[in-house]
Structures are given as structure tokens and as C-alpha cells.
């Protein structure tokens, strides 16, 4: 049903009320569509970072960090552009690009990076094939990796992960013969009697470092120091039933450090060892 009306009065409201009609549905149109076509999202600029070589001591999700030499720590992301490799192949693969997932705690590695807002991005990382048995020891127990993950362990290695400073509270030496990672009888024996020591005492670890005399090149020498400590750690863990969360990351130290002249045989020998180093924290000895 429509009203019709000639009055003045409701003439004025019925041009009032269409005026703001109008002027309402003007309000709610939708905008004009901005002009982008001159907008450009750029990424933003990365430039060339700086070359880091050291040790994965940490990873988490798609950052690793890297401990060199000196102690410096440096964290680097990983991303989609980044490319892994290994020399002449790693864990048996014949490639050369790896999966993030060979970027084990305790790897050698050569980080090329990129400056990336205010943080570096790795573009390239490389790993040493020489570094294998180490690294298969670390991925089956040390570090962030272990199968008998419990709430006290977590929490020990949580402290034990703030503190920089141990306590010795004894060394054990094992010798090798020149050129050698054979563990002797004598040196097995002396291996277990020390697991078996620090496993009286309350919160500690081991640290094993493996050196050569000055018979050999810096690779070799290198390569060897590492083996050494490698196999060490294996028979602790293997035969002397000594818990990977409770070994720090082992190293390979070359002919440093010797407990002996390299100028006669019998120095020598000395020098041809593993350092077997029960420490406990000085933030908790005692405790």
C-alpha cells in the first residue's frame, strides 16, 4: 500500500529523508582501488657475511650455532637457498648436497654466510669427510641427540650448559703405537677404571682430547688426533657403559700440548695419547 501526500510538511521530510539515502550510500561505496603499479616489494639486501669454521654446538629449528677455535659463538640460520655439502661424500652418500638433518652437535664445519637484517644466513656450508666416526658418535647419543632423555638428565645438562668452568678431578692417559687409534689392553683396562671413578662422583663428565707426536704432517697429525678421541669414546661408551649426555664434545688436539719432548722415542711415545679428563663443575661440585 502506498501514501500519497501533497503537504508541504511532507514533501520537506520525504526530500530530507531521499538526501540522506543518497548521501549514506555514497558513504559506503567502496573506495577507489589504489594505484600499485609503481609499488615494488623488494627482499631485503643481503651482503657478504664473514667465513666461519668451528663446531655445531647447538641447533635449533632453522638456526645452528657455530663455537670456533677461540671460543666465540656465532649463530647462523639455515634456509631454503642454503647449500650442504660434504668432501667426497658424507655418511656414506656420494652427493653433493646434504639434508639439514647431517648438521650434527659436534661437526666441523666451514660456514660461508650473508649479512641478512642484522643477522647472518648461511649460503654455504661444508663438512669434512675425515670427520665421520666422530660424527656418527654424536649422533647416536652426545649433545641434543640421546635415547634416555629423563628429566634429571635434562636438567643436569641444562646447568651444565651455563656453566664454562670444571673442576679436574683426575686425567687418564692412554698411549698409542706411531700412526695408530688402536686401544691396547692396558688401555682398555684404564678406560673402564675411569668410567667407573667418575661414576662415583656426583655430576660429572667426561672431556676426551686426542694428540700425536710430531711424527706426520698438520692433516694427518690432525686427522689422527681426532681418530684417537673417537675411538676412545666409543669403547667408554660401548664396553664401559658410560652415558653419552655425560660426555662433553671430544677434540682433537694434534701434536699440542705435549706432556714430553718429541726429540727422543721415549718422549715421543708420550706424547702419542688420549687425555681422558673426569671434570665436574665448579657450580656443583659438591653438591
Same mark, same amino acid.
Do not use: C, W
Given at each position: 500500500m502506498s501514501v500519497i501526500s501533497r503537504s508541504p510538511k511532507c514533501l520537506l521530510l520525504l526530500a530530507l529523508l531521499s538526501g540522506a539515502s543518497a548521501s549514506?550510500?555514497?558513504? %559506503? #561505496?567502496?573506495?577507489p582501488s589504489a594505484d600499485v603499479s609503481a609499488t615494488a616489494y623488494l627482499p631485503a639486501e643481503k651482503s657478504e657475511g664473514p667465513e666461519i669454521k668451528g663446531i655445531i654446538s647447538a641447533r635449533s629449528g632453522d638456526k645452528m650455532q657455530v663455537t670456533a677455535a677461540d671460543g666465540t659463538k656465532s649463530v647462523v640460520a639455515i634456509d631454503d637457498a642454503t647449500r650442504i655439502t660434504a668432501s667426497k661424500g658424507f655418511f656414506g652418500l656420494n652427493r653433493s648436497k646434504l639434508a639439514a638433518t647431517s648438521l650434527l652437535n659436534g661437526l666441523p664445519v666451514t660456514v660461508k654466510t650473508l649479512q641478512s637484517g642484522g643477522g647472518l644466513v648461511a649460503s654455504h656450508i661444508n663438512l669434512q669427510n675425515k670427520d665421520l666416526k666422530t660424527a656418527s658418535m654424536i649422533h647416536n647419543? %652426545?649433545? #641434543? =641427540?640421546?635415547?634416555? #632423555? %629423563?628429566?634429571? %638428565?635434562?636438567?643436569? =645438562?641444562? =646447568?651444565?650448559?651455563?656453566?664454562?668452568?670444571? $673442576?679436574?678431578?683426575?686425567?687418564? $692417559?692412554? $698411549?698409542f703405537d706411531t700412526g695408530k687409534a688402536v686401544l691396547s689392553s692396558q688401555a682398555k683396562n684404564d678406560l673402564c677404571a675411569t668410567a667407573a671413578t667418575a661414576e662415583g662422583m656426583s655430576n660429572a663428565l667426561l672431556l676426551v682430547v686426542g694428540y700425536t707426536d710430531s711424527t706426520g704432517d698438520e692433516d694427518f697429525n690432525q686427522e689422527l688426533s681426532e681418530k684417537r678421541a673417537g675411538r676412545v669414546v666409543n669403547y667408554l661408551q660401548q664396553a664401559c657403559g658410560w652415558k653419552p649426555y655425560r660426555m662433553l664434545t671430544p677434540t682433537g688436539m694434534s701434536e699440542a700440548d705435549p706432556v714430553a719432548s718429541n726429540d727422543t722415542i721415549e718422549g715421543k711415545a708420550q706424547n702419542r695419547r688420549v687425555a681422558v679428563n673426569i671434570l665436574v663443575s665448579k657450580g656443583l661440585d659438591g653438591l
Open positions: 549514506l550510500a555514497a558513504q %559506503t #561505496q567502496d573506495p647419543g %652426545t649433545a #641434543q =641427540r640421546f635415547d634416555e #632423555q %629423563t628429566a634429571a %638428565t635434562e636438567a643436569l =645438562r641444562g =646447568r651444565m650448559g651455563e656453566i664454562d668452568q670444571y $673442576n679436574v678431578k683426575s686425567t687418564t $692417559n692412554v $698411549n
